[in-house]
C-alpha cells in the first residue's frame, strides 16, 4: 500500500524531483543566511518554497508533510507580512533545519513502503506555538473553523433533469489544503460521470480553499448511478460528509450558482505547483531560465547525435562518389559546412549534461554546520573550483565521497581547540575543498589542517588489526597513509555519530574505482591531511591509446599508460626460462613483458620486440610493459560494454572491457589493461 | 484477414538461405533483417564460430559463422553473395552468417519437427521437393 494517494504514482517521479530541488535550495538559503542577514528577498523566497512543498505535498495525499510545510510556511508568512517582527533567531533555524530534515527524509523514503510516514505532528506545534509567540499570543493551537452548515442557496437550477444531483462535500477541519483535495476528488467524478458545475467554480482561487472549509464543496453531476457517486465522495481523502441536496420548491427565488468553469483538459492538480515554481526558480537563475530534463532523454539525444555522425560519414564518404571525386566543389563546400554543424552539435550535446562542481560542494556546507553544532569544533569550510564542471552522473557519483570525507576530517583530522592551543595553532581549523582538471580528469581535493597523520601509528594499528601484507620495515609513509584506505581500519578510539566505524575510506575507494576512479592520501604529522579523488571528467568519453595489434585497431585507455616507447636491443632481458623484461636507463626500472598477441591468442603480429611498441601501464596490480605492432593516434571514444551475450564468454576476465563505434561506423576493442596484467605482475 | 491469421502466416513462413551447400531456413519472426556487407570486426577470446562483431544501428552484435556453428570446417572464402542474417532470439540479437539467402517458404503442411535437443527444428521441402533444415534460433545462439 503505496503511502501517497492512488493514482499519483505517476507524479511521485516529479514530485520527489521537484521537493527534493526546494529542500535543497531551502538548505542554501539557511546557510547562507544563518549568520548574516535574511533579506526580504530570502524571506520570499523560503516562503515560497513551503507554500510549493505543501501544496505538492497535499496533492500527494501526505498530509504530514503538507502540515509541516504549512506550519512552516505561516511562520514565514509572518515575517514577510511584518519585517520588524522580532524572533529568537538560533531557534528559528533549529525549526527550519529539523523540518528541512524530516521533509527530505520522508521525501527520500515515499517510495519505501518499510519505511512509516513519520509523525511531524510534534514538530509542526512547536512551529505553531513558535509562530504564535512570535504574534505575542498563547501558545494556542489554531482550529480550523468547522465545515458544514446548511447553505442556503439552491445549486437546481429549475431545468434539471430527475438524472440530476448536487452534493455537499465536507472536509475534516484538520484537513489541509481542501481546495488540493477537492480537486483530485473532482477529477476522479469527472471520470464517472457529467460535471455539471462546482461550488466554488475555480478551485485555483486563492480564496477556494477558505469556501470549501466554510460551505464544503458542492458538485452537481449529471449521472444515473447517484449512489456510486455518492459512495465514490465518501471515499475521498479526509472526507468527513457527503450530503446528498434536496431540490427545494419550484417557487425557491433562483440562486446566483457559478457556472463550472469551462473544465481544464489535463488534470488539473499539477497545475498550481508549476505555476508556483516558476518565480522562484527565476530567482535562483539570473542567466536565463531553466529547464531540468530526464537524464535518459539526453542519453538518447547523445547516442541519436552520434548516429547522425556515423550515417554522415556513410554518405559523404560513400564509395558511390568515387567517380566525381575531383568534380565537385558544391558537394564538398556543403560537406564541409555540414561537417562543421555536426562537429558543433556533437560538442554541445556533450556540454549540456556538464554541471558545476558546486552543488556537491555546497552538501558539504549543511555537513559541516551540523556537525560544528555536535563536536563543537567551529570548523571553516572553504571551497575553491567550484565551477569546474563536470558530467551529472560524475557530480551525483562525488556526493556520498565527499561526505565521508569531509566527516573524516571534521572528526578525525581536525583537533579539538584544547588541542588546538596546546599545540600553538593559531589559524582557523580549516577543511578546503578544491577541485581542478588535469587532462581528462578532474581532481577534488579535501585537505584540513588538523593533527594530520603519523605514519609509524597507522603502522602500528594496521599490525594490530593483523591487516598488513609485508613486513613492517618496507612500507613507504604512501603506503602507510594507503593502509587507511583498507577494509576495517579506523583509528578514531570512540565510535561517534559520524564516523568512527571503519566503513568509511574502504568503502569510499571502492565505489571511486567501480568508475575508473582513484583515491590518494597524502599528510603532514601536526600539519593535515590531503584526499585526492581523482575521476574522469565523464564517464561516457574516454581518452584513449589507439594500437595495432595483428592487423587490427584497439583502444587502452590514457589513464593506465604512463610511458610509450620502442625497446633498444640492449634494453632487453630474457631469462633462461624464456620470461622476458625490458630495462629502463631512466628509471632503473625492469619491467615485465606482456606480448598482447600471445595474450589474446593471435597470430600474425610482430615478434621481435625492438620491432613493436612497448605500453608501460600503472595499475593497481602493478607495473607491466604491454608489447604492441604499433601505434595509432591518442582518440576520445564513447566506451560501452559488451552486450550480456558476449560477457558471458569472459571477454572482461580476459582484458577487453567493450567496445566503441567510431565515426564511420567501425567498432574498435578496448583493452582493460589491469585484467591483463593480473596475476602476472 | 483477421490479426490471428496474420500472426499464424508469419510463423509458418520461413527464409530460405544456403550454407555450406545445404539449404536451411529461419522462421520469420526471428529475423531482423538481411545484411548483404560482410566485414565484421574480430575479437579474441570467443569460441570460434562467434567470428566477430558488428556495428548494427549503434547496437554492437555478434556475428556467428554458422558453417563453424554447425560443426563444418571453415570456408576458405566466402563468395559475393555472402549475407548476414540478423536474428533475435530471446531480446539477444545476432548476426548469423551465410552463404547466400535464397527465398521463402511456407511451413504450412509441409513441416516435419525432429524432437532430438538438435540446432534443427524440423525439415521441410522446397518446391522442387529439395530438403530444408529448419533452425531453432534460440539453440543457436546456445553456444
Redesign the interface.
Known sequence: MPKYEAGMEAMLDMFVFETSELLEKLDEILMRTESDVLTPDDVGEIFRIMHTVKGSAAMMGLTNMSGLAHSLEDLFSLIREDPNISYDKPRLYELLYEGSDGLKYETENLGDDSVPLTDFSDLTARCRSFAAEMQGKSAEVQTAQKSGGTGGSDYYAPDDGEDVFAFRVSYESTCMMPDIRAMVLLNQVKAQCEVLMTDPADLDDDNAGDRISANGFIVKVKTDKPDTIEDHLNSGINVCDVLRLERKAAEAPKPEPVQAAPAPEQPAAPAPSAEEKKPAKKQEEKGGAMISVRIEKLDRLMRLVQELVISESGVLHSSDLAPYKTGMPNFEKSARELKKLTDELQDLVMSVRMVPISGAFNRMNRVMRDMNKTLGKGVELVTVGEDTEVDKSVADLLGDPLMHLVRNAVDHGIETPEVRAAAGKTEKPTVTLSAFYEGNDVLVTVTDNGAGMDPNVLLEKARQKGILTKPMGEYTDEECFALIMAAGFSTNTAVTQYSGRGVGMDVVKQNLEKVGGTLKVDSELGKGSTFTIRVPMSLSISSCMGIRLCGQEYALPITVLSEVFRPEADELIVTPDGKESVLRHGSGKVLKVIRLDDHFGLTGGKRDLTDGIMLVCSTPQGEAALFTDEIVEEMQIVIKPFSPYLSGFGLKERGLSGTSVLGDGSILLVMDAGEIMKGRV | MAEQDIQNEKMETAVIFRSEGGLYAFRIDVLLEIITRSEF???????DC?IG???R??????VIDLRLRLGFPAPEEYGGRSCLMVINSRN???AVRVDEAVTSVSLENNFIPLDDDSVIEGITHGENGERISVIDADKL?SI
Open positions: 570486426t574480430s575479437v579474441p577470446c570467443l569460441p562467434i562483431v558488428i556495428n544501428m549503434g547496437d554492437v552484435i555478434p539477444t540479437v545476432a545462439l
